[in-house]
Structures are given as structure tokens and as C-alpha cells.
């Protein structure tokens, strides 16, 4: 984290915002769930340290519908800045399975495993947790197949505009998810609908894991949001707005 906030200067921005893994789920090595007692004391240690830099804390509860005990847990461990909730796994054929093992699985389909995340984020937002943000709600399209029809936001708008009208109508703000400067998560077509359906609010993560990808994307990112119609905050910790 420090290293990470030491890169944030070189970089000349005025904030950043770790919001680290909280999974109750370990079907992936890199799943974990956050020490948040550890963690805030981190926070702390970094704040007092580097004065100059805004610094948000903040968690990024996944599958938090599943586990309501434990989300309760680490919202009450300490006050948070930005609490996001995402979904990353899905159950296929009764078994918890993350997108990203999706390929290494023989005879998986993956329109209709697709269908099954988007229902899933669908039942996250209406589960009545409390989480502010919408993260990364398009995760399996970071992991699609190669060869094949390629990933194509039209063919689940259905599922997706009943995901962001459902976001809207729970006041989340939608993050557009920048994965360390490869690919963004949603893209503008799914960001205009967004705000056709009375979306008010997105804001940017790089996912970094690592001091080296942070805010990587942000230029692209942010020219695509205002093309669709989100103008920049005046402060820079705050979400953009229609
Ligand atoms: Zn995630």
C-alpha cells in the first residue's frame, strides 16, 4: 500500500482508493479475504505518512448476497470510505465456479453461464446489502474465449439493462473498471445505457493489484464516460455525474 501510494504521487493524482478483496468464497488462488483490522491500520500507517494524498479505504465484497453474516462482519470492523459489490463466481451445476475458470473447464457454454453471472449480479443488487458501488459487473467478458463469436455487449442487453435499471433504482453508482489498463469493464455502449435508465453515477477503478498498474486506462476511461454523457466532479474523490 505504500508503495501504491508513492506511485499515486509520482503520477500526480490527488487521491486513491484501496479496496481490497473481501471473498468468502475460495475457489481461485487469488480469492482472499481482507484482515480488516490489519487493513485499517495500514490505512492509518499510510495517511500519517503521506499527508499530501487523499487517502479512501474501502472493500470490495464479493458475492456479499451469499454471505450477509460475514458482510456484516467486515462493514463493522471499522468506518469505510467506498464499499463495492461484485460478483466473480457463479454456481454451475451446483458447483462454485469463477468466471475466470470458466475456459479451463471441457463442454462449459459460455453464453448461457454468461446469462447465469448476469442473473447473479442481478440477485447481489437486490439482496439488499449494503454496498454502494457496482463493480466490474461485465467480469466474465475479461475472460472469454479467443476464437469463437466474440464477446458482444448487444447480444445480453436484456440482462444487463435489467441489471442497471435494478442498480439505478437502489441509487448504486456504476464503476467502470479499467482491469490495470486492458480492458474496460463496462464499455460505452453499456455505459449509455446506463444512463438511459436513469443511472446517475460511475466511478473509476484500475483493479491494480500492484503499484505499477495504478490509474492505468483512466485517460481512455474517462473520455469514454463523458462521451456517454457523465460530466468530471469538481473534487476529485467524488463520483461523476450526469
Ligand atoms: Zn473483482
Request: charge should be negative.
Amino acid at each position: 500500500m505504500e508503495r501504491s501510494c508513492e506511485r499515486a504521487i509520482e503520477l500526480g493524482l490527488p487521491a486513491i482508493a484501496f479496496t481490497d478483496h473481501a471473498d468468502f468464497v475460495k475457489v481461485h488462488p487469488d480469492q482472499y479475504c481482507v484482515d480488516i483490522v490489519g487493513y485499517l491500520d495500514a490505512i492509518d500507517r499510510c495517511r500519517a505518512r503521506f499527508t499530501g494524498l487523499r487517502i479512501l479505504s474501502g472493500v470490495e465484497l464479493g458475492e456479499p448476497h451469499w454471505f450477509p453474516k460475514e458482510t456484516a462482519a467486515i462493514l463493522g470492523a471499522g468506518s469505510l470510505d467506498n464499499v463495492l459489490g461484485s460478483v466473480h463466481c457463479i454456481k454451475l451445476d451446483g458447483e462454485t465456479v469463477d468466471a475466470s475458470q470458466l475456459r479451463e473447464r471441457a463442454g462449459v457454454d459460455f453464453e448461457a453461464a454468461t446469462r447465469d453471472y448476469f442473473a447473479e449480479v442481478l440477485a447481489m443488487i437486490e439482496g439488499g446489502q449494503p454496498f454502494e458501488t457496482l463493480a466490474h459487473l461485465d467480469y466474465p467478458k475479461r475472460y472469454w474465449p479467443q476464437d469463437g463469436t466474440p464477446y458482444r455487449e448487444k447480444d445480453f442487453e436484456a440482462e444487463i439493462r435489467a441489471v442497471l435499471s435494478a442498480a439505478a433504482r437502489t441509487g448504486r453508482v456504476l464503476e467502470v473498471n479499467t482491469t490495470r489498463g486492458r480492458l474496460l469493464c463496462p464499455d460505452i455502449t453499456v455505459v449509455r445505457w446506463w444512463r438511459e435508465v436513469g443511472g446517475q453515477a460511475v466511478q473509476y477503478g484500475s483493479d491494480a493489484h500492484d503499484p505499477d498498474k495504478i490509474a492505468e486506462g483512466f485517460p481512455i476511461a474517462t473520455q469514454m464516460v463523458e462521451a456517454a454523457g457523465f460530466k468530471p466532479a469538481r473534487d476529485p474523490v467524488s463520483v461523476w455525474r450526469r
